[in-house]
């Protein structure tokens, strides 16, 4: 039995990891993905999803809404509860405001997820932090209907990090009151579209206003990447209590990726704290590879970083490393 985690988030936004258990924990590369682009467009397609967890392996989704956008203006909408299966935790209905007794009577995913697709078509796809529903579609659209979902995406969230860096956070509800934006309630899919909408909008207007044009605005993700200062893992010093116990202690870890939940220093420092070691990169002495998000990196071309290639071919030689999803290297962080 693995354990696997849900995660809760406090008044002050802080978050909080809870164990649990699932059957099995599968990688999935999605290597058909579609590409994070950075564009403006006048037609595409804005998705949210409602799920009960930040896991496609572990979680299920419970809402599904699209809103169709030509020459930037809404012309048809998607929407549907989905029945999980069983009762989802009382979290999730404080976050969504979705009840048990509204899903019971829902479709089953398997029933609906083709007509989601079908309406979305070829078009781009628009979303706030969307690789997390794009993976979602992904992974169920390969096991209910044997093909992958390929759509490439735009993430308002990564624009709206580049046009207002000041800002602490950059969630759907920090863009909403930066533009004030009017809409419906949070955290419901089809509401979520059309905050997604505007905000896309009102980001768009934003850098017409403070760059003048497009390809300034785009510069500036790529002086980003060709300038990044690499953080060197392997001296960050332990500023918590090791924990014998750990299954961590006294491993070494290589990160590869964007992790979705913390900064890869943030992980690593509370790889250290337990008494793990961190690493730059992978070589024979590797214990833990952990996967984050290949989205952003244009060099990827298979879904596998040189990390993971590496990391795999000294596992086919009977070296002691283990190549981890994000899931579980959560999980282990938690084991005592």
């Known amino acids: 039995m693995s354990t696997g985690y849900i995660i809760e988030i406090d008044d002050d936004g802080k978050i909080h990891l809870v164990p649990q258990a699932n059957e099995e924990v599968s990688q999935n590369n999605r290597i058909e993905k579609g590409k994070s682009l950075i564009l403006f467009r006048d037609d ?24 169709r956008i030509r ?10 509860l989905c029945n999980p299966g069983y009762e989802i935790d009382d979290i999730i209905t404080e976050l969504t405001g979705i009840t048990n007794d509204m899903l019971s009577t829902a479709p089953a995913l398997e029933k609906v997820i083709d007509n989601a697709l079908s309406f979305i078509g070829d078009d781009l796809i628009v979303g706030h932090n969307v690789s997390f529903d794009i993976n979602f579609m992904y992974d169920n659209s390969k096991a209910i209907l044997g093909k992958p979902f390929k759509n490439d995406f735009v993430d308002t969230m990564r624009l709206f990090r580049k046009i207002k860096p000041e800002l602490n956070h950059h969630r759907l509800k920090d863009m909403i009151e930066q533009y004030n934006l009017e809409g419906g309630v949070q955290h419901r899919a089809l509401s979520d579209c059309e905050y997604t909408f505007k905000g896309y909008l009102a980001i768009k207007d934003d850098v017409s206003k403070s760059y003048g044009s497009f390809d ?3 510069s500036l993700f790529k002086k980003t990447y060709s300038h990044k200062r690499k953080l060197d893992l392997s001296k960050l010093e332990a500023t918590g209590v090791p924990n014998p116990d750990s299954p961590l202690y006294g491993k070494v870890c290589v990160f590869t990726g964007t992790l979705s939940q913390f900064s890869r220093s943030e992980a690593a420092q509370l790889v250290v704290n337990i008494g793990g070691i961190c690493a730059n990169g992978i070589t024979k002495k590797t214990n833990y590879l952990i996967l984050g998000n290949n989205d952003y990196c244009s060099t990827i071309k298979d879904g596998k970083s040189a990390k993971q290639k590496k990391a795999e071919e000294y596992k086919l030689e009977g070296y ?16 005592e």
């Open 44 to 67: 595409f397609c804005v998705l949210d999803l409602e799920t009960t967890g930040l896991s496609p392996v572990f979680d299920d989704i419970i809402e599904i809404a699209i809103i």
């Open 71 to 80: 020459n930037n203006t809404v012309v048809d909408s998607f929407a549907t």
């Open 216 to 218: 300034d605005f785009y």
């Open 320 to 335: 002691d490393i283990e190549i981890l999803p994000e899931d579980e290297f959560y999980s282990m962080l938690m084991e």
